[in-house]
């Protein structure tokens, strides 16, 4: 099953300042969003493969979008995070049918690499909900550098028979880190921890 998408959303972030300090070059993130019919709202269905299906579309084409809004190549991203929010006629399991089975590979194949868990969250909710997006380094989830989230919401989005999905992704870490761990010169990229 092919997504049936509403619209698409890209957003991208420069941090330049922080405390005062400027951040050169600057921070920055980018989140792509799709807004999509969801084909089991309003109903109990044992089978999500459709679903899974989407998600393995939207990973690509979402991951491609925001990769392409940073200016960079796939293989320079960092940091990498996804979220989902069904409206009020869907259910939790809908979004984890997207965002969990299939999504990771066409991700990492975009990116090049990614052998960390991709952090997720999801939710259910209202037109303008806020997709709380988590952030961790595509290769090392030890790197607390890279421990960072992304807001993003869309004012008429999610319908109550649709699904909101994002993959976020950042060219470095949080501005100024200093709480110690793993530095990226330090990683190892072999068993997603280190």
């Given at each position: 099953?092919?997504?049936?998408?509403?619209?698409?959303?890209?957003?991208?972030?420069?941090?330049?300042?922080?405390?005062?300090?400027?951040?050169?070059?600057?921070?920055?993130?980018?989140?792509?969003?799709?807004?999509?019919?969801?084909?089991?709202?309003g109903s109990y269905v044992e089978d999500?493969?459709?679903?899974?299906?989407?998600?393995?579309?939207?990973?690509?084409?979402?991951?491609?979008?925001?990769?392409?809004?940073?200016?960079?190549?796939?293989?320079?991203?960092?940091?990498?995070?996804?979220?989902?929010?069904?409206?009020?006629?869907?259910?939790?399991?809908?979004?984890?049918?997207?965002?969990?089975?299939?999504?990771?590979?066409?991700?990492?194949?975009?990116?090049?690499?990614?052998?960390?868990?991709?952090?997720?969250?999801?939710?259910?909710?209202?037109?303008?909900?806020?997709?709380?997006?988590?952030?961790?380094?595509?290769?090392?989830?030890?790197?607390?550098?890279?421990?960072?989230?992304?807001?993003?919401?869309?004012?008429?989005?999610?319908?109550?028979?649709e699904i909101m999905v994002a993959i976020?992704?950042?060219?470095?870490?949080?501005?100024?880190?200093?709480?110690?761990?793993?530095?990226?010169?330090?990683?190892?990229?072999?068993?997603?921890?280190?």
């Amino acid at each position: 099953m092919k997504a049936k998408i509403r619209k698409i959303m890209t957003v991208v972030e420069d941090l330049c300042m922080e405390m005062g300090r400027p951040i050169d070059p600057p921070t920055r993130r980018a989140a792509a969003v799709a807004v999509i019919e969801n084909p089991f709202a309003g109903s109990y269905v044992e089978d999500l493969t459709p679903l899974m299906e989407i998600g393995e579309e939207l990973g690509a084409l979402l991951t491609e979008r925001a990769v392409a809004a940073l200016g960079i190549p796939g293989e320079r991203a960092e940091s990498y995070g996804k979220s989902a929010a069904v409206g009020e006629n869907g259910e939790l399991e809908h979004a984890a049918a997207i965002l969990h089975p299939k999504m990771g590979a066409p991700v990492r194949k975009v990116l090049g690499k990614g052998a960390a868990l991709i952090p997720s969250t999801k939710k259910r909710g209202g037109l303008g909900t806020v997709l709380d997006i988590p952030l961790g380094h595509k290769d090392a989830a030890y790197v607390r550098s890279h421990f960072d989230g992304m807001e993003v919401q869309i004012a008429d989005a999610p319908r109550a028979n649709e699904i909101m999905v994002a993959i976020a992704v950042t060219d470095s870490g949080r501005p100024l880190p200093r709480v110690g761990g793993l530095t990226t010169g330090e990683i190892k990229g072999e068993d997603g921890l280190r």
